[in-house]
Nanobody
Framework: QVQLVESGGGSVQPGGSLRLSCAAS????????MAWSRQAPGKQRELVAS???????YVQDSVKGRFIISRDNAANTVHLQMNSLKPEDTAVYYC??????????WGQGIQVTVSS
């Protein structure tokens, strides 16, 4: 069974930084697709950034130049470095991974609040 545990969320002032981490355990490999999504109050969940096993990266336009996704295959961990945070980045952030085309596993979610 795959489990994902997120860490690193919290509250920060506009312009600040946070680094989210998601540690995966179970039957995964370095080829596993991993990603971060977020859901703000009253809004649909949206993809923020993703990284394939081969290192191909996608970053949503609204966070491009501010957020960086990376992975540590040896530790089965994906990170999201968030810089220059804005109030509109406030959301619950979820990591997930795909094994093949039919299995998707989600983390429990972690709150990020950007407020002065």
């Amino acid at each position: 069974q795959v489990q994902l545990v997120e860490s690193g969320g919290g509250s920060v002032q506009p312009g600040g930084s946070l680094r989210l981490s998601c540690a995966a355990s179970g039957s995964i490999s370095s080829r596993t697709f991993m990603a971060w999504s977020r859901q703000a109050p009253g809004k649909q969940r949206e993809l923020v950034a993703s990284i394939t096993g081969g290192g191909i990266i996608y970053v949503q336009d609204s966070v491009k130049g501010r957020f960086i996704i990376s992975r540590d295959n040896a530790a089965n961990t994906v990170h999201l470095q968030m810089n220059s945070l804005k109030p509109e980045d406030t959301a619950v952030y979820y990591c997930y991974l795909d094994i093949g085309v039919a299995q998707r596993y989600w983390g429990q979610g972690i709150q990020v609040t950007v407020s002065s």
